[in-house]
């Protein structure tokens, strides 16, 4: 499968952005799918995931309350919808499909990544 992210760009801290993230070869209709993010020097973490059926979400703490994940298996598409931006939230931003079927947070669940997409807050 082969991923493509879009979206991000230079937002104020408070605003919001919404990242997609669009599937295409094999479908991950099946497949949970998920967003991470990056800053330089650091490793990869998780920031949010959804089931294969789009009725179970997990979130890292830090995105709580802030953003919400839906996809349209119509589509094969994925969404980030990111509000109350704060500057570190500013990162590198990817989206991958899982192995598994139900959301999780390990990052080894997901084996296949798209390239990233830059979202920067400004403080």
């Known amino acids: 499968v082969q991923l493509q992210a879009s979206g991000g760009g230079l937002v104020q801290a408070g605003g919001s952005l919404r990242l997609s993230c669009a599937a295409s070869?094999?479908?991950?209709?099946?497949?949970?799918m998920g967003w991470f993010r990056q800053v330089p020097g650091k490793e990869r973490e998780f920031v949010a995931a959804i089931s294969w059926s789009g009725g179970q979400t997990a979130f890292a703490d830090s995105v709580k309350g802030r953003f919400t994940i839906s996809r349209r298996k119509a589509d094969n598409a994925m969404h980030l919808q990111m509000t109350s931006l704060k500057s570190e939230d500013t990162a590198v931003y990817y989206c991958?499909?899982?192995?598994?079927?139900?959301?999780?947070?390990?990052?080894?669940?997901?084996?296949?990544w798209g390239q990233g997409t830059q979202v920067t807050v400004s403080s």
């Open positions: 070869g094999r479908t991950a209709s099946n497949n949970a």
């Open positions: 991958a499909v899982s192995r598994r079927a139900f959301a999780t947070s390990t990052i080894a669940d997901f084996p296949s």
